[in-house]
């Protein structure tokens, strides 16, 4: 479970990596200035952070396992979509879907894998999980780079997306969702009444630590 998990964090750094290596190309073809470029990686921010809260707080409730094959399908549509593009606008929107689509990742991967691995052993998951991310941006740079230059950023966009959808495929029929604390000795855990969202910030607000660590990872990324 864990590879598989691994290799999902993979193909979405895969699918990020793809953008940046077609740049050039967009550029030259729909005349972008470097600001529009620009656009379009804020564009999957700003798309990132609401769904990220949405889907996090679906994920609480739903089943993750069938939330992931989701977001997968969405965010490699998304990507297989900026294909047909014509103008900015366009490729705008389809930049917002990928955002919003793996931030339904982050809100499922790192609760999948607490709940498969025992505390004693979850730092080393989360590492390996962690080392998808990498290997995944090296192959999107390698790969789709070479995509690009051979065949041209649309066609690189659309195999892109089939790399994700048979994916998706694969994960779905692969990865059960685990009860909630099962690695904890849990067998069930009910989900039908949620704090509000205002009392979770506040309590998260409260962990000092937490908030430097969030402020790190704000100006890394």
Do not use: C
């Not at 952070?49 to 989701?70: E, V």
Request: glycine residues 16%.
């Amino acid at each position: 479970m864990i590879a598989v998990l691994s290799g999902a964090v993979g193909i979405e750094f895969f699918h990020r990596q793809l953008m940046a290596v077609a740049v050039p190309g967009i550029q030259r073809d729909l005349g972008l200035s470097d600001t529009e470029v620009g656009g379009l990686l804020m564009a999957f921010a700003l798309a990132y952070f609401p769904a990220a809260l949405l889907l996090g707080r679906l994920a609480d409730r739903a089943n993750r396992s069938n939330l992931y094959t989701a977001v997968i399908v969405g965010w490699s549509a998304a990507t297989a979509a900026a294909a047909a593009t014509t103008g900015y606008i366009g490729l705008l929107l389809a930049r917002a879907g990928v955002g919003a689509g793996q931030a339904g990742a982050g809100a499922v991967n790192a609760p999948l894998v607490a709940d498969y691995v025992e505390p004693a052993k979850r730092g080393t998951a989360m590492g390996m999980v962690a080392v998808g991310g990498t290997l995944g941006s090296m192959v999107g740079l390698a790969a789709g780079g070479y995509a690009v230059g051979a065949f041209g950023w649309r066609a690189t966009f659309i195999g892109g997306g089939i790399v994700g959808f048979i994916f998706a495929v694969g994960f779905r029929f692969v990865v059960r969702e685990p009860p909630r604390g099962w690695s904890e000795g849990a067998t069930e855990r009910d989900t039908s009444e949620q704090p509000q969202l205002g009392e979770v910030v506040r309590t998260l607000l409260g962990f000092r630590t937490l908030v430097q660590l969030a402020l790190g990872a704000i100006l890394t990324n």
